[in-house]
Structures are given as structure tokens and as C-alpha cells.
């Protein structure tokens, strides 16, 4: 990506003007499409006073279908802007600014791959440093890690990082010895720490790597109003070749634009957060964006999981602006890349998202930030609402003893069906139809020839999908409700297949669903078997299916064929392209270096030995260990090497400057001299 590539706006056109027009707009137009449905529900279903069962379908169908004509509005509204301001020239940048405000870049870690964190942040500063503005910014590695042995792989990585380096940014590296709060508790320690060194902080994720040219400019809208108070970038999935990495990033290349062009037009500066990619003015977010504790235990008290939403709602709440720049290149992250991996990420985000229930009504917040929690709560709960609503409508069927039996009830629930899926379905289209407008685009996906067939296999694996998710989504609602609580583990970021065993363990419960809803419909309703196919379908084959969508083979053989393309496969972004020869770097000398001899290595070499003390030291981050426990550990690496001690007694270790001090003098001793140490007795 050029500099020329990027589009200087003022800051009034971050959002589309005129936001009071488009959700009334919105509002009448979801609430009329609502009211039709609703209307020929009722049709379809005749008289409803016998039926009980029909008493609650209508309010369930009635909240599903607003969710449905909101999305479809939207998308339909991003589409009509996208169209009409197409011709439209770009503005320059107004900002009269010629230097920057200081800066910190954020990169929260936790138990990730030190080779691709360190790819990342050497990408991004090699990009920053084509820009006149480097020396305006400082990255830091926020660790969270509890592995010893990655925590000091990413110390290695960084001290070697640094060497590296020539630029004018610094790059710091900081690990809590307790990792409270998570995330949210891991940027709140920074900004404690440092935070009043800086103006304006982006945020990141491990997996995140952004231009330097679209960090620059981000900082000039954020300098051009001061009351802007976070300014999001949608990151763009890139990187990953399984099938269903594949699927996502093509589906989030290919539709997001149209729906985050319309999304942006009625929540204005009362936009959202999605906890990365992000810039935001470090003192308000200091001073209203620290996160209550909910009353209770968790999962739904307790420390807040899903930080972001919250935090927006906060910075909203204070006065400040909240706006999303969604037409700014050059942000990225990664996806999962199977079935599985996208469920473990989908359970702690729904623990998340139904603690905001108890946030919606909090005092103070605006509309539009309890419209966004409530929002982020429906994406979960209407899972087990439309699998509600399913069973329910086979319950009524079986009241009636009428199964679709009349050419009537056929015709009216084909409409009703039909209606549905054009709300579902056309924001997909209408993506199209933008992209019919945009030629050079068009051609960065491979073309119609290309473009076609990729949709009709995304959308055709997106119906598979829909009941296996909302198999595990209806799980997730229900078992945190009854006080399941997730746990906080890192998360899978490479490419690699289920194996059979794991997907049968799996999704067996899926499959078994899938089996019996298929003999029960076939013997007392075979009439509705072809209605309910897509759903029995998706859930009978969800073994094989799910080790399908984590094939890279199938990944790659698609993308020879160009299907499935994105922009950033047709041609790598500088960015990427950084990042991509990064990688190689830092991955051929992590194969270099075995991680479980690390320990040994830090104890042998003196220069590893003083940049952990040095660390440890000038980040306040040490914690003594009893001395019997120290000497536990001297006797045991010194009779039967450091690989023998435990992972939490290396834990322990590496926080204690003076014990590891003494051990290394004794561990050299004994390397270089073995005959003189060989009687010699412990510390």
C-alpha cells in the first residue's frame, strides 16, 4: 500500500453526515419490514387461538426478523452510499499539523508464537520507518505469558530485535508477573505505568500488524479533532490457508465494506470498539474506561470478559467521540482456522457479551452504546431462540396434527421461508452489485469468473455451518447461565487439520442431533424433511464437514484456482510483504533454538542472564522466592539439569533476579570447571 493509497479526510467525514437521518431511516424502514413479516407469519398461520404453541412463535418470530431487517437495512443503506458517493473525489488532508503527538503501539500478548509477535512488530516498524513520523512512536510487547519457556523466547527475540533495529522507534518489552483482568487488566497496567507519557495509544492484538502510512494517518484524525476519543480501523483476516480460514477472509473481504459503509452512516461518533486495531486518546480513556466489577460470581459477575463494547460505551458516556474509520487499508489480523478453534474463540466471547445484559441499562450511557451491548448479546442468544422457535413450530405442527399437508400451508410457508431468506441472503447480493460498480476491485478477486463461484461455495458452506454453530452457541448461552465459566487459554493461530478423533469427540453431539431429528421428521412428517434439510443436513454431516473446512490442502487447491481470492492474495500489500519476509527471519532462528533448552541457556550465557535481570528489573516485575524453595531448585539443576524442575517452579524462578544471579555464577563454575565443582556443594 502507497501513501497515496490512504485518503485524508477531515474528521467530519470519518462518519457519514447527516447520522439523525439515517436512523430514523433505519428505524422506520427495520420496524415497517418487521411489521410485514409479522403480518404474513400471521397469514401463514391462520387461526392461532386453538394452538398455544402459535401464541409464543409470533413474539419469537417477531424479535428474530427485527434482528434479520435491521442487518438487511444496513447493508442496504452501506450499498446506496457506497453507489452514490462512487464519482465522489477525494478529500485532502485540512490538518495543518507537521508533527505528531507522542504515541505508544500496544501489543498484548499471552502464551502466543514469539516468532510471529516479533514478525509483527518488526513489520510494523520497518513500515513506520518510511514514514516521517517514527520517531513519533513507541511499540511496546505487553506479556501476559505463563510458559516460562515462551517468556523467554520472547525475551531472546526482543533483545535480538533491538540489536537489529536502526529505526527511531523504540520498542519496549514489559511481562506481568500476574496477569490480572486479562487483557483489559494488561492495557490498564500500562496505562498506570506509562500511560501519562503519551497522548494517544493504538491498540493491537498478537495477530495484528498495521501499515505504517495508515498509523500516521489515524494520528492525524485524531490530532484534527480533539474530541475524537477512539477511532477503529476494521482489521481485515489475511494469512491463512485451511478451507475455512479461507472462507472467512474471503466472506469478510467481499461483504464487509458495503455493511460497515451503512453501519458507519447511522452510529456516527457513537460507533464502537472491537478491542484491537484501534486508537485511542490515552487520559479519557484513563480517566472513564476503567471497568467496573460486576456483583457476583462468575461468569456473569465478576471481571468483565468482552472489555471493548464496554469501553466505548464508557468513552461515549464521557463526552468523547467514537468513530470508525472504515475507509483506511492496511490493517490486518488473522482468523481461526478450523471449525473447532472458531467455537473455543465463539464460547469466551459469548461469556462475555451476556455480562453486558447487566450493563445495558447502566446509568448514563447513550442510546446508540446500549444499542451496540444489546446487539453483541443477540448475537448469541439468537441462536437458542431460533432453534426455539424451530421446535416450536414442529410443536404446533404436531398440535394441529397438520404437517404442510395442504397446498395452501405449502404456499404460505414458502413465502414466509422465501421472505426470510431474501433478508438473510441479499446483503451477500448487494455486495455484488457494489462490486459490479467498481471495476479495479472486481478485478483484485480474479474477476466474475472467479468471483461467482467463490460466493456460491462460501454461501453454500455458510448454510452447512449455521446449525453447527448454533448447536454450540445454544450449549455456550445455556451453560453460562447455569455458571459454567470459560477458561482463559491461548489461542490456536496456525493452520492444522482436526484429526478424527478429536472432531468424533467433538462433534458427536452434532451428529447424533443430526441423525435423530432426520428418523423422527422422516417417520412422522417426511413433508418437512426437505424444509428442514439444510438445518439436518449441516448437523448429520458435521465430522466429516468440520475436517473439511480444516483441510489446508483443500485451502490451497482452491487458491491455485484463484477461488476464494482476496485483494491481498492478487497482490501483497508492502505491509504484508514485511511481515511475510519478518516471518522467515524470525521462524528459521526459532528453529534454530530449542525452547525447553532455554532455561539452561539463560543460566550459561551472561548476556541472556543480563537482559532477564535487566527486564525484571527496570519493570518492577520481580518477586523473591523462599529461600528452601531456592535452594530446592539450585540442588536440582545442579544435579540433574534445569529441564528437571516443574513448569511453575521455572515460573518462580525467573522472577527472582538475585536467585538466578547466584545459580548462573554456580552453573558457569560448573560448565567451565566440572572437576573443581563436582564436591562442591550447593548455595
Request: glycine share 8%.
Given at each position: 500500500m502507497n501513501a497515496s493509497s490512504i485518503t485524508p479526510l477531515k474528521v467530519s467525514q470519518v462518519s457519514q453526515p447527516g447520522s439523525r437521518r439515517f436512523r430514523l431511516s433505519l428505524a422506520v424502514l427495520t420496524l415497517t419490514t418487521t411489521a410485514f413479516a409479522i403480518w404474513l407469519f400471521l397469514w401463514s398461520l391462520g387461526d392461532i387461538s386453538k394452538n398455544p404453541a402459535t401464541w409464543l412463535l409470533v413474539p419469537l418470530?417477531?424479535?428474530?426478523?427485527?434482528?434479520?431487517?435491521?442487518?438487511?437495512?444496513?447493508?442496504?443503506?452501506?450499498?446506496?452510499?457506497?453507489?452514490?458517493?462512487?464519482?465522489?473525489?477525494?478529500?485532502?488532508?485540512?490538518?495543518?499539523h507537521s508533527s505528531l503527538p507522542r504515541m505508544a503501539i500496544l501489543m498484548p500478548v499471552y502464551n502466543e508464537t514469539p516468532a510471529s509477535v516479533f514478525a509483527n512488530v518488526q513489520a510494523m516498524i520497518e513500515s513506520l520507518a518510511t514514514t516521517p513520523h517514527a520517531a513519533d512512536f513507541d511499540l511496546f510487547v505487553l506479556s501476559d505469558t505463563t510458559n516460562p519457556d515462551i517468556w523467554l523466547e520472547e525475551e531472546r527475540m526482543w533483545g535480538r530485535l533491538c540489536q537489529r533495529l536502526t529505526g527511531p522507534t523504540n520498542v519496549f518489552y514489559r511481562r506481568r508477573p500476574k496477569n490480572t483482568a486479562r487483557k483489559a487488566g494488561n492495557i490498564a497496567d500500562f496505562c498506570e505505568r506509562w500511560g501519562t507519557q503519551y497522548d494517544l495509544m493504538i491498540v493491537l492484538d498478537a495477530d495484528s500488524v498495521m501499515d505504517g502510512q495508515t498509523m500516521v494517518e489515524m494520528a492525524r484524525r485524531m490530532q484534527d479533532d480533539p474530541a475524537l476519543g477512539i477511532?477503529?480501523?476494521?482489521?481485515?483476516?489475511?494469512n491463512r490457508l485451511s478451507f475455512f480460514a479461507r472462507l472467512q477472509q474471503f466472506s469478510a473481504r467481499l461483504y464487509s465494506p458495503v455493511h460497515m459503509e451503512g453501519f458507519s452512516s447511522w452510529a456516527s461518533f457513537d460507533s464502537n470498539y472491537w478491542g484491537h486495531n484501534a486508537i485511542i486518546r490515552v487520559a479519557p480513556f484513563i480517566d472513564h474506561c476503567g471497568l467496573p466489577t460486576l456483583p457476583g460470581v462468575a461468569p456473569l459477575g465478576g471481571e468483565i470478559l468482552s472489555h471493548d463494547f464496554v469501553e466505548a460505551a464508557l468513552m461515549a458516556r464521557g463526552g468523547w467521540k467514537v468513530a470508525l474509520a472504515h475507509?483506511?487499508?492496511?490493517?490486518?489480523?488473522?482468523?481461526?482456522?478450523?471449525?473447532?478453534?472458531?467455537?473455543?474463540?465463539?464460547?469466551?466471547?459469548?461469556?462475555?457479551?451476556?455480562?453486558?445484559?447487566?450493563?445495558?441499562?447502566?446509568?448514563?450511557?447513550?442510546?446508540?452504546?446500549?444499542?451496540?451491548?444489546?446487539?453483541?448479546?443477540?448475537?448469541?442468544?439468537?441462536?437458542?431462540?431460533?432453534?426455539?422457535?424451530?421446535?416450536?413450530?414442529?410443536?404446533?405442527?404436531?398440535?394441529?396434527?397438520?404437517?404442510?399437508?395442504?397446498?395452501?400451508?405449502?404456499?404460505?410457508?414458502?413465502?414466509?421461508?422465501?421472505?426470510?431468506?431474501?433478508?438473510?441472503?441479499?446483503?451477500?447480493?448487494w455486495s455484488l452489485v457494489a462490486l459490479a460498480f467498481d471495476r479495479p476491485r472486481r478485478e483484485q478477486f480474479g474477476g466474475w469468473s472467479k468471483i461467482i463461484p467463490s460466493v456460491l461455495i462460501e454461501t453454500?458452506?455458510?448454510?452447512?455451518?449455521?446449525?453447527?454453530?448454533?448447536?454450540?452457541?445454544?450449549?455456550?448461552?445455556?451453560?453460562?447461565?447455569?455458571?459454567?465459566?470459560?477458561?482463559?487459554?491461548?489461542?490456536?493461530?496456525?493452520?492444522?487439520?482436526?484429526?478424527?478423533?478429536?472432531?468424533?469427540?467433538?462433534?458427536?453431539?452434532?451428529?447424533?442431533?443430526?441423525?435423530?431429528?432426520?428418523?423422527l421428521i422422516l417417520f412422522f412428517a417426511p413433508g418437512l424433511f426437505l424444509w428442514l434439510s439444510p438445518i439436518l443436513l449441516g448437523l448429520t454431516l458435521t465430522i466429516p464437514f468440520s475436517r473439511i473446512l480444516g483441510s489446508v490442502e483443500l485451502g490451497q487447491w482452491l487458491a491455485h484456482r484463484r477461488l476464494l481470492l482476496i485483494p491481498e492474495e492478487s497482490e501483497l500489500t508492502p505491509i504484508l510483504k514485511l511481515q511475510q519476509r519478518a516471518l522467515e527471519q524470525h521462524e528459521q532462528y526459532a528453529n534454530a533454538h530449542d525452547r525447553s533448552q532455554l532455561l539452561g541457556e539463560l543460566l550459561s550465557d551472561p548476556g541472556f542472564q543480563a537482559l532477564h535481570a535487566s527486564i525484571l528489573q527496570q519493570t518492577a516485575a520481580g518477586l523473591p522466592a523462599p529461600e528452601a524453595k531456592v535452594r530446592e531448585w539450585t540442588q536440582a539443576i545442579l544435579t540433574q539439569g534445569p529441564e528437571s524442575l516443574s513448569v511453575e517452579d521455572r515460573r518462580q524462578l525467573l522472577l527472582d533476579r538475585e536467585a538466578l544471579r547466584e545459580l548462573h555464577i554456580q552453573y558457569r563454575v560448573r560448565q567451565l570447571h566440572p572437576e573443581q565443582s563436582a564436591t562442591a556443594s550447593p548455595m
Open positions: 418470530f417477531a424479535l428474530l426478523v427485527l434482528i434479520i431487517s435491521f442487518s438487511f437495512w444496513t447493508s442496504t443503506l452501506g450499498l446506496w452510499l457506497t453507489i452514490s458517493q462512487r464519482r465522489q473525489t477525494a478529500s485532502t488532508s485540512q490538518s495543518s477511532l477503529q480501523v476494521p482489521p481485515v483476516p489475511v475507509d483506511l487499508a492496511g490493517s490486518y489480523e488473522e482468523c481461526p482456522t478450523t471449525l473447532l478453534d472458531y467455537a473455543k474463540r465463539d464460547q469466551r466471547w459469548c461469556q462475555g457479551n451476556l455480562q453486558h445484559m447487566r450493563l445495558i441499562i447502566s446509568e448514563g450511557l447513550r442510546p446508540i452504546s446500549r444499542l451496540h451491548l444489546a446487539m453483541g448479546v443477540m448475537s448469541y442468544l439468537a441462536s437458542p431462540l431460533w432453534l426455539l422457535f424451530t421446535l416450536l413450530g414442529l410443536l404446533a405442527m404436531a398440535i394441529d396434527g397438520i404437517w404442510l399437508g395442504s397446498t395452501q400451508e405449502r404456499i404460505s410457508g414458502l413465502v414466509v421461508f422465501a421472505f426470510t431468506m431474501f433478508l438473510l441472503m441479499a446483503p451477500k447480493v453454500a458452506a455458510s448454510v452447512l455451518v449455521a446449525p453447527i454453530m448454533m448447536l454450540f452457541h445454544t450449549r455456550f448461552v445455556i451453560s453460562t447461565l447455569l455458571g459454567e465459566k470459560v477458561q482463559w487459554n491461548a489461542q490456536n493461530r496456525g493452520d492444522g487439520d482436526i484429526d478424527f478423533l478429536a472432531a468424533c469427540r467433538v462433534f458427536g453431539p452434532h451428529t447424533l442431533t443430526g441423525l435423530v431429528g432426520s428418523a
